[in-house]
């Protein structure tokens, strides 16, 4: 996979008019546009065309592929594609983000009678936004601006940025309404404040503005949950966790349950992720440079804190590490028994991952994939130690100072 920066976007973008005055195609964005739905299905795409001879598809073929049915019935709770139900709920699903995809020029569509078909325009950008749904809101961010832009209605969009009154927010939604209904063959404004909510509001997080919320409004600055079709389920959820509970006393108080199907398939695309970043940044090297490092890649990925414990971090790209296969099985694990850590060289990886953290996020002009505060996070879970609540960001010198302390416990 090519790492691509908000500049390769944007020059894929600029070499396309998406003016909605011209194309007259109201669905350049629907309602089941959400950054997450948006990386779903574009990595069913990118695994089906890789399973299959035929690049061209229609949207059933994608839905019913054996990778879609494992995930996307699972993790988003929508029917067995099998079950005559399902017609109408993966017809949106699926339909919608594909619609938008081919506007956007990532997908190319065709007709064939009267159904859709669909080839892949830009493979880079579409593997771009299957690997994390945080590339899919970059860049539904971007092309949203640059869409508005096209279609000269971005300034209603500016001013209530600029201002943030409801006199301002009717405006724009008015002045949306009024625009699709003029341009496109939508003609009732019901439909248009759905479409609203999904232009609106990755705007206003990327800005840290408020956005609208239940067709009005909204009351507080739209957060990343908002903007997503899984609400709630993948979050920081310890956050509010008392000092004297543990995690385990914690959940069973607040009756906290968490998607294993999510868990699990976000935590297979962070060991998807931290491996691509190793490879093309790292050379494919071992994270932990010690006596045990030879000229092996490091084609393991393992879980420092174990998943099977710690569900709840399991899909942190910070809690993951690239080792050899001889580091995995003969150290991470002792004896090559991958229900037992060795709590020493969890203790090692641990430094080792705090280092390539700081390395790169040192490094402005590299790809991000991880935060300071999530790394503290991981650590404050897995170590069930308030202690890393309380470093300021990016002080890498307390929190090795704060691991090792806990390790000589």
């Not at 709770?77 to 699926?94: H, I, M, S, T, V």
Request: glycine content about 4%; some cysteine.
């Amino acid at each position: 996979m090519k790492w691509l920066k908000n500049e390769d976007i944007q020059n894929f973008l600029s070499q396309r008019n998406y003016d909605v005055r011209i194309s007259g195609n109201a669905r350049w964005i629907d309602q089941k546009c959400t950054a997450d739905v948006v990386m779903i299905v574009s990595d069913c795409i990118v695994c089906y065309v890789e399973d299959v001879p035929k690049k061209i598809f229609s949207s059933r073929d994608i839905w019913y592929n054996k990778y879609t049915v494992e995930n996307v019935e699972a993790i988003f709770k929508k029917p067995n594609p099998n079950e005559a139900k399902a017609r109408n709920e993966y017809d949106k699903f699926f339909q919608q983000p594909m619609e938008m995809l081919a506007y956007a020029g990532v997908l190319i569509k065709t007709k064939k009678g009267n159904s859709n078909l669909y080839s892949i325009g830009d493979n880079e950008i579409l593997e771009y936004l299957a690997i994390r749904d945080r590339n899919a809101l970059t860049f539904l961010q971007l092309y949203i601006s640059k869409v508005l832009s096209d279609s000269g209605i971005k300034h209603l969009f500016d001013e209530f940025f600029d201002k943030q009154t409801k006199a301002t927010f009717y405006a724009m939604k008015d002045g949306f309404s009024d625009f699709t209904i003029k341009h496109t063959k939508i003609n009732k404004s019901l439909e248009c404040n759905r479409i609203f909510t999904k232009v609106l509001n990755p705007l206003a997080f990327q800005l840290s503005k408020y956005g609208t919320e239940k067709g009005r409004l909204s009351k507080d600055k739209i957060t990343l949950d908002m903007l997503m079709y899984n609400r709630n389920n993948f979050r920081d959820i310890y956050a509010d966790k008392p000092k004297d509970l543990t995690r385990r006393q914690y959940a069973e108080k607040e009756n906290i349950s968490l998607s294993s199907s999510l868990i699990s398939y976000m935590s297979q695309k962070a060991k998807r992720l931290v491996r691509s970043f190793n490879d093309s940044f790292r050379d494919g090297k071992s994270e932990v440079f010690d006596e045990r490092h030879n000229s092996d890649l490091a084609t393991n990925i393992h879980h420092i804190f174990p998943g099977s414990e710690f569900p709840e971090i399991s899909a942190y790209c910070e809690n993951l590490i690239a080792l050899t296969p001889t580091q995995h099985f003969n150290y991470a694990h002792p004896d090559g028994n991958t229900h037992r850590i060795d709590a020493t060289y969890q203790h090692i990886c641990l430094i080792a991952k705090a280092s390539v953290i700081k390395e790169t996020l040192s490094d402005l002009n590299r790809e991000q994939i991880y935060e300071f505060r999530k790394f503290m996070y991981v650590l404050f879970v897995g170590l069930d130690n308030e202690a890393f609540n309380c470093i300021a960001d990016g002080d890498f010198d307390d929190a090795i100072t704060a691991i090792n302390l806990a390790y000589a416990a």
